[in-house]
């Protein structure tokens, strides 16, 4: 479905860099959603947006921030990448209640 | 908090046969949903099935279909008639029903399931 996409699909850095990750939707949601998936844990939630400059915080959102300036784009910046935030990263939307969520392709992020 | 458990990691199922996987959650909720994700090697995340919980009747997709018994708390996924491109792995998620403010779903830790020819 091209009504999110996340960029990049792949990425490789060194520790101590900062990193972006972007998602764009076309589909006009409110809610937007990161995630990073990992073995044994399944997917946890980062931090998410409710609206144009209104996000909060996951579950495991330390060394990460994010900012949503459009509608459209929600961006997750690793301020200053460590080994374990190697991970798949996972952005997401919502539209109509109780529908669950459509997923970007995800990006897989290696830091070394 | 609410919580997911998939308590098997791994399963195998001949092709053409039928498979059942586990899931339980907690919550202290009454007004709730419950889904299945499949993610297949390609990585993308699809939803195969979704449940409410004030509805009763079990849900059906075709081949998958769902046993929710709300008082075990508990929702198993059956997939019946196993085909290879079932391969994948399994997320069993939860979601709190909420009047206002955001749609937060939680997953399990995933089943994976390989389709044998």
């Known amino acids: 479905d091209a009504g999110i996409t996340q960029s990049p699909r792949h990425k490789v850095t060194e520790t101590g860099t900062p990193v972006t990750l972007r998602c764009h939707q076309t589909e006009n949601h409110r809610y937007m959603y990161w995630y990073r998936q990992d073995p044994g844990h399944g997917l946890r939630l980062i931090h998410y947006?409710?609206?144009?400059?209104?996000?909060d915080k996951g579950e495991v959102s330390d060394g990460y921030s994010v900012s949503r300036s459009k509608t459209e784009d929600f961006l997750l910046t690793l301020e200053s990448a460590t080994s374990s935030q190697t991970s798949v990263y996972f952005c997401?939307?919502?539209?109509?209640?109780?529908?669950?969520?459509?997923f970007g392709s995800g990006t897989r992020l290696t830091v070394v | 908090a609410q919580t997911v458990t998939q308590s098997q990691p791994e399963m195998s199922v001949q092709e053409a046969e039928t498979v059942t996987l586990s899931c339980t959650y907690d919550t202290s909720e009454n007004n709730y949903y419950l889904f299945w994700y499949k993610q297949p090697p390609s990585r993308q995340m699809i939803l195969v099935i979704r449940q409410e919980a004030y509805k009763q009747q079990n849900a059906t997709e075709n081949r998958f279909s769902v046993n929710f018994q709300k008082a075990a708390k508990s929702f198993s996924l059956k997939i019946s008639d196993s085909q290879l491109g079932d391969t994948a792995m399994y997320f069993c998620?939860?979601?709190?029903?909420?009047?206002?403010?955001?749609?937060?779903?939680?997953f399990g830790p995933g089943t994976s399931l390989s389709v044998i020819p």
């Open positions: 997401a939307i919502s539209g109509r209640e109780g529908n669950g969520y459509t």
């Open positions: 947006s409710y609206g144009v400059k209104d996000t």
């Open positions: 998620a939860f979601m709190k029903r909420e009047k206002t403010s955001y749609d937060k779903v939680i």
